[in-house]
């Protein structure tokens, strides 16, 4: 992601590019840090367990009708032990409504690692195909899945593709390369031997690279960390002075402009999906990941294929497709897009070297606007909490920037190197869930104090039965207070279509099916619980009444709002 911060964890602070040179150290107010949900004590080998739940082994757990019973299943009930201690110990409308997706990394690949993000709130767990090897990728959701079987968790699996950016080799293996104020460096589309390579001298992965810049332009790293000017051309190679110094990290991405714009020459004609994303895709396909985001999408069309082409390979396959909105292109055909996506990412990173930084902001509010009101889910992402990869407490304005994401009420928020190299990946998913649930409090207060926020959002032509059915739905569950919305859905539908009303309460969504429980887990303030159920209603939900009470999560006089997605009907009942 271009505009992010690529440093290895072995460099040291001063050599970060993209920190302030002067950090306020003194005095350091301390953010409170919230306690997790469940605390997990860590025992002499490190291991991340959650108390009295998982000391035993897996392989020792008893087992309950073929699966451990560390997993809070009972009766077909399937919630995990998070989710449930929160809801006996919080209530209901304290838990959080904004969904936690985080970058697994070298710093948190490992089962114990991916515990631990798990009980601190990780909702989706994404791994990057820009990096790593598919061995590497395989064990980590391999790792995600276990970790579901034997915990009753609904973590999804996001991957992410490389798509085709233009970007800088590998350094020959070095970790940085040092560019100073006004030295002379060649980028070329010729390969060298490591051994043989000029010195300060970079291959570019794209071949029309030498044709298509001019003298004058201006070659960008990584969004502008660091800056050249185009002085000569000499048939392969770009002869560029530097003039914003800075690291040249490997495989940076490069960005050339002339005139204040992006320029895009051939280089617009560059696959969205290239042939080695294809075979990851094909990867992802037969691992089970639950959502592809596309890299650099430019059209719907590419959206269009790559759904045709997972329902041709894995018929009945439920992979949700996620579009990147982080190029030039994407804005120009947005609305058609993400009405051809199951959901949106406003990758903040990549986006802000392609537009002028200054837009991001409208941008992002723009996209967030969109997808509530074609209901997808949408992943704000990108430097949320960038200074935490190397300091345990956010910057005021970095929990600004997370407070205003949360206020526009995007569905998920994203950790990225944070989380996948940084040095406090638990610190940081902590602040995004205590800043969620104090913004989320603060926001339903303030709105009862302000009559004209809307809270309904608006129909599509010509309407349906469902989502009139859910908007009601949840603006009687708001004028009754009720303390939760109960919908038994099949497809995820229904669910969706009551999230995107962001009700005050918390919406319990019921789902047969596993993978359906997971892809809900992105989406704004759904709590997914796998349950097989029937097509009667009453008997559903005395089921889920008994199951809920028997297990602590639910108390007698409570108000439910019940949605059901076969029978389309609204009840409002009181538990007894
Ligand atoms: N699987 C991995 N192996 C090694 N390093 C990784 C891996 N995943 C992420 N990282 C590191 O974490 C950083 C941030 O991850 P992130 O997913 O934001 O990638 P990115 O390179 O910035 O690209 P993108 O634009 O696709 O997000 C990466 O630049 C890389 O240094
Ligand atoms: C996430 C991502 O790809 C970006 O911000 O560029
Ligand atoms: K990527
Ligand atoms: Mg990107």
Same mark, same amino acid.
């Given at each position: 992601m271009a505009g992010s911060f690529r440093l290895s964890s072995s460099l040291s602070p001063v050599q970060s590019r993209d920190f302030p040179k002067m950090r306020f150290f003194n005095p350091r107010i301390q953010v409170p840090n919230p306690a997790p949900l469940l605390k997990p004590t860590k025992t002499a080998n490190t291991k991340v367990v959650l108390p009295g739940i998982v000391r035993v082994a897996a392989s020792e757990m008893p087992v309950t009708a073929g699966k451990p019973a560390a997993m809070a299943e009972s009766g077909g009930l399937q919630v995990d032990l998070v989710t449930e201690a929160d809801l006996k110990e919080n209530g209901f409308r304290s838990t959080r409504r904004t969904k936690i997706v985080c970058t697994i990394g070298p710093r948190t690949c490992e089962f114990e690692e991916i515990e631990a993000l798990a009980v601190g709130g990780m909702n989706v767990a994404r791994v990057n195909m820009c990096h790593g090897t598919l061995e590497w990728h395989r064990d980590v959701i391999r790792r995600v899945r276990r970790l579901n079987e034997e915990k009753g968790f609904a973590v999804a699996v996001m991957m992410d593709t490389e798509g085709s950016e233009i970007h800088m080799d590998d350094l020959n293996g070095a970790e940085s390369a040092?560019? *100073?104020?006004?030295?002379?460096?060649?980028?070329?589309?010729?390969?060298?031997?490591?051994?043989?390579?000029?010195?300060?001298?970079?291959?570019?992965?794209?071949?029309?690279?030498?044709?298509?810049? $001019?003298?004058?332009?201006?070659?960008?790293?990584?969004?502008?960390?660091?800056?050249?000017?185009?002085?000569?051309? !000499?048939?392969?190679?770009?002869?560029?002075?530097?003039?914003?110094?800075?690291?040249?990290?490997?495989?940076?991405?490069?960005?050339?402009?002339?005139?204040?714009?992006?320029?895009?020459?051939?280089? /617009?004609?560059?696959?969205?999906?290239? &042939?080695?994303?294809?075979?990851?895709?094909?990867?992802?396909? /037969?691992?089970g990941v639950d959502f592809i985001a596309v #890299?650099?999408? $430019?059209?719907?069309?590419?959206?269009?294929?790559?759904?045709?082409?997972?329902?041709?390979?894995?018929?009945?396959?439920?992979? /949700?497709?996620?579009?990147?909105?982080?190029?030039?292109?994407?804005?120009?055909?947005?609305? *058609?897009?993400?009405?051809?996506?199951?959901?949106?990412?406003?990758?903040?990173?990549?986006?802000?070297?392609?537009?002028?930084?200054?837009?991001?902001? #409208?941008? +992002?509010?723009?996209?967030? +606007?969109?997808?509530?009101?074609?209901?997808?889910?949408?992943?704000?992402? #990108? +430097?949320?909490?960038?200074?935490?990869?190397?300091?345990?407490?956010?910057?005021? /304005? *970095?929990?600004?920037?997370?407070s205003e994401a949360i206020g526009q009420q995007a569905d998920a928020l994203m950790l990225s190197s944070e989380s996948a190299m940084g040095q406090y990946p638990e610190k940081a998913l902590a602040v995004l869930r205590s800043v969620s649930l104090r913004i989320e409090k603060w926001r339903r207060e303030e709105k009862h104090l302000d009559a004209t926020n809307p809270s309904v959002v608006s129909s599509s032509t010509p309407p349906s039965i469902s989502e009139e059915i859910c908007n009601t739905a949840s603006q009687m569950a708001n004028k009754l207070k009720a303390d939760a919305?109960?919908?038994?859905?099949?497809?995820?539908?229904?669910? &969706?279509?009551? &999230?995107?009303?962001?009700?005050?309460?918390?919406?319990?969504?019921?789902?047969?099916?596993?993978?359906?429980?997971?892809?809900?887990?992105? +989406?704004?303030?759904l709590i997914p619980f796998r349950l097989d159920f029937s097509d009667d209603v009453e008997s559903n939900l005395n089921r889920t009444?008994?199951?809920? $009470?028997?297990?602590?999560?639910?108390?007698?006089?409570? =108000?439910? !709002?019940?949605?059901?997605?076969? =029978?389309?009907?609204?009840?409002?009942i009181k538990v007894p």
């Open positions: 040092k560019a *100073e104020d006004g030295e002379i460096w060649t980028f070329t589309v010729r390969t060298f031997d490591p051994s043989s390579c000029p010195e300060r001298t970079i291959t570019v992965n794209y071949d029309g690279f030498a044709e298509d810049v $001019k003298i004058g332009d201006e070659l960008l790293v990584d969004g502008g960390m660091v800056r050249f000017v185009v002085t000569e051309k !000499i048939g392969p190679d770009v002869i560029c002075q530097c003039t914003d110094p800075g690291l040249l990290l490997p495989r940076a991405n490069l960005t050339f402009w002339r005139n204040e714009s992006l320029v895009q020459e051939r280089n /617009a004609m560059l696959p969205t999906i290239s &042939s080695k994303d294809w075979l990851d895709i094909d990867f992802g396909i /037969a691992e #890299s650099f999408v $430019k059209s719907a069309e590419v959206i269009k294929t790559l759904k045709s082409y997972i329902t041709a390979r894995s018929p009945g396959s439920k992979i /949700a497709v996620i579009a990147k909105i982080e190029s030039i292109d994407s804005l120009r055909n947005l609305e *058609e897009i993400i009405e051809a996506s199951d959901g949106a990412m406003v990758a903040r990173g990549d986006l802000g070297a392609q537009i002028p930084i200054e837009q991001v902001p #409208s941008v +992002q509010k723009r996209v967030v +606007q969109l997808c509530r009101q074609l209901n997808k889910p949408v992943i704000v992402a #990108s +430097q949320l909490l960038e200074s935490m990869i190397e300091y345990p407490i956010p910057t005021r /304005a *970095e929990v600004a920037d997370v919305i109960f919908v038994y859905t099949k497809t995820g539908q229904t669910a &969706s279509l009551l &999230s995107r009303n962001r009700p005050d309460c918390p919406i319990f969504a019921f789902t047969p099916t596993t993978s359906i429980r997971r892809c809900l887990n992105l +989406q704004w303030g009444f008994s199951l809920l $009470k028997a297990r602590g999560m639910i108390n007698s006089g409570g =108000l439910i !709002i019940v949605v059901s997605d076969v =029978l389309q009907s609204i009840q409002a």
